[in-house]
């Protein structure tokens, strides 16, 4: 599977400033390695705390949710 770093950058939501940013298959490598979530996977607003745990993931989409 070939990466589309350009047209993945046109959706990437993640505000850090990342060398995998745009490249989703490293990125998420990198995340799962630290027990981690993906910037991309929480709200605008949560993904800006950089807090990438999985408990803070769950927290923002249970109530995300109700």
């Known amino acids: 599977m070939e990466c589309r770093k350009s047209e993945n950058l046109k959706g990437c939501t993640c505000t850090a400033g990342c060398s995998n940013r745009g490249i989703c298959c490293l990125c998420v490598s990198h995340h799962r390695e630290k027990g981690q979530i993906p910037g991309c996977f929480f709200p605008s607003d949560a993904e800006k705390t950089y807090d990438r745990s999985i408990e803070y993931f769950i927290e ?7």
Do not use: E, F
Request: charged content about 45%.
């Open 60 to 66: 923002v989409m249970s109530k995300k949710l109700k």
